[in-house]
């Protein structure tokens, strides 16, 4: 089955001031969704990003720039990312329209993963 | 950059996810667990290091939201906290002690705590049932020390103790969250420049200590029974939790005075009648309007056993006499059983030691139901305004009933409307509508009869 990776956009620290019993109810949220797919054998794996590690490098005539990621509060960075099997594009879709991931202010970039086989060797 | 933190392994390679239950999560789980490894890192690190244990726990509980999500809950969720929030603090100590340079024996005891056992330490294993407990009472003492003002040990002991959050204390109190975090840094202050020690109080110290505590958990307690303003969720919360901690008060062996059985016994009175106060409308319903059978019997039931604990000794607090009054209503069947002179006599008792406005609005109430309203109206005009607006509502919702029951219509209106423009809560607003109401249907009735007496007379 084709592999999606949901990449979890969110601002800088938006959870700060989170009570213990919020941060219990997000967690539940998260594992429910999480246990969902693990019965249905379509999780394979995901992970967190450590926090402030999003510096830049690009080369600009052939030297190598290193920047610091986007920090203002405005912007969303990536915070980490799931890996998902689905059917199809629009089932996976449909898994990511349900995570938990997904309050205001937050957004998934669904992407499916090219798994194509290298070409048969005769 | 954030400070570097050893973060325990998660249990299985995220590649191969097991399946894991959200079971794991008792209700209020991180809650209770905030103010159990704080208390702790507080007993190890003292109470001047409040703010530390406070910043560390509530940091491990974010890993925690950060990391779960995608490893899973571990098998054991409570070890996981304890630990991320131990090795933060001592990230913590050992980067301000570049400055001092000596290991403080509270760290070396961290270190200790952290190192035989990787990763099923503090948690569980390591701390009975009565470690955890003296621990959590000593925490209270620290919070409730009489030289804090009242509203921030109210404040600090439902962060630090109860695990609230500033947004959730905010909430219950009307108050903004800026407010509640100046009040919470200024006692944190306090606690270190005063020195206040992490421990549950000698004999000798322990009257005082232990009577501002009460005060604490009382205001605690009524904050979340009085149905005027605030979030409803986290009203009956404020209940629960002063009860919990009262009670931890009353099974300790030092802390169980008779005044403490009294004040717990107060609290099961009350909140047993809590499922009965209001309709399925959320209307506030009078004692008289409640349907008994949905107070709470075995919460009565251990009322009743505290009431008699607290017959011990010689000292009579206010305590004692609110739960008599309290277990008065709530071991009468039916409101018209209700034995008004017995309840009046310990009003009037309560009147010498607490002479407040509100005793004396309830006194009045219960004089009433002895004497007719005439000479419970005498006796709210007597009582003198103070600045409490809430009060009022109280007084002036009474002083419209009386005069409801001696037929002063008019005045009655006046005084239910005094009441409304008072009133903070949609249930309490609607009351009153009510009452204002049923003021109107009776007055249209009077009409007609007395224009029905007229044309008679004709």
Known sequence: MPEYILLLNQPEAKFDHLSPEEIQSLIAKYSAWRDGLIKRNLLCGGNKLVDRTNRILRTENGKVLVTEGPFSESQEILGGYFIVEAPNYDEAVAIARTCPHLIDGQSIELRQIDITPPPTQH | MTEPTTIPAPTQHPDQPAAQSIDQLVAHLFR????????????????????????????????????????????????????????????????????????????????????????????????FTNEVADEQLSLIFVCCHPSLPRPASVALTLRVVCGFGIAEIARAYLSTEIAITQRLVRAKRTIRDQNIR????????????????????????????????????????????????????????????????????????????????????????????????????????????????????????????????????????????????????????????????????????????????????????????????????????????????????????????????????????????????????????RDDEAKGDTSKGL
């Open chain 2, 32 to 127: 209770r667990e905030f103010g159990r490894i704080v208390s702790h890192l507080t007993r190890i690190l003292g109470a001047r290091h409040l703010d530390l244990a406070e910043d560390v726990v509530q940091h491990a509980m974010l890993q925690a939201l950060n990391l779960w999500p995608f490893q899973g809950i571990p098998n054991h969720p409570k070890s996981w906290l304890t630990q991320v929030a131990y090795h933060r603090a001592l990230d913590i100590l050992k980067r301000d002690r570049r400055l001092d340079f000596c290991e403080d024996e509270g760290e070396l005891e961290l270190k200790a705590q952290l190192k035989p056992r990787p990763f099923h330490p503090p948690g569980e294993a390591l701390h």
């Open chain 2, 198 to 445: 992490f421990e549950v109080p000698g004999p000798t110290q322990l009257p005082d200590r232990l009577e501002a505590v009460l005060d604490v958990l009382y205001l605690l307690f009524t904050e979340g029974y009085a149905a005027t303003t605030g979030d409803c969720l986290i009203k009956n919360d404020l209940c629960a939790e002063a009860i919990r901690l009262t009670t931890s008060l009353a099974e300790n062996a030092v802390t169980a005075q008779p005044q403490v059985h009294a004040l717990l016994a107060l609290m099961l009175f009350q909140a047993a009648r809590l499922p009965a106060r209001t309709d399925a409308a959320g209307d506030l319903l009078l004692l008289e309007e409640q349907d008994r059978t949905l107070w709470d019997r075995s919460m009565i039931h251990k009322g009743l056993r505290h009431l008699g604990q607290a017959a011990h000794g010689d000292h009579l607090s206010t305590y004692h006499l609110q739960a008599e009054l309290a277990a008065a209503h709530a071991t009468t069947e039916c409101f018209a059983l209700t034995d008004w002179e017995h309840i009046l006599t310990l009003y009037d008792l309560l009147r010498q030691m607490q002479p407040t406005p509100v005793v004396l609005i309830n006194r009045a109430i219960a004089l009433a139901q002895v004497e007719g309203p005439a000479a419970a109206l005498d006796a709210l005009e007597s009582i003198p305004y103070d600045d409490h607006g809430q009060r009022y509502r109280l007084r002036h919702a009474a002083e419209g009933e009386f005069h409801r029951q001696l037929g002063n219509l008019p005045q009655a209106r006046t005084f239910f409307q005094r009441a409304l423009s008072c009133a903070q809560t949609d249930p309490e607003r609607r009351f009153l509508e009510r009452k204002l109401k049923s003021l109107q249907k009776n007055a249209l009735r």
